[in-house]
């Protein structure tokens, strides 16, 4: 008879923790930055930046930029470095 007041107690707080299963929250995710993410997120009107490693100057409007030459393993979010007037 123990034995099925146990089951019984098991399965009245299983429909719980199924609930409560449901209120865990996952970490977010990190965002992964790449050597061609300025691209994406620099503006073309932005002639000084960082690129997550390393710190570029560029023509107005264009791709092509002379850099700092850092090696880095994980690169951080670019940044445009103008300073606004």
């Not at 960082?50 to 880095?72: E, H, L, Q, V, Y």
Request: proline share 6%; aromatic share 8%.
């Amino acid at each position: 008879m123990k034995l099925l007041n146990v089951s019984r107690h098991v399965l009245s707080i299983f429909p719980l923790l199924i609930l409560m299963s449901g209120c865990v929250q996952s970490a977010p995710t990190k965002v992964k930055y790449n050597q061609n993410s300025w691209k994406t997120i620099i503006p073309d009107s932005c002639r000084s930046y960082f690129d997550g490693c390393n710190n570029c100057r560029r023509s107005p409007a264009s791709d092509i930029a002379a850099c700092t030459r850092k090696m880095c393993i994980e690169y951080e979010k670019p940044i445009c470095l103008d300073k606004t007037n």
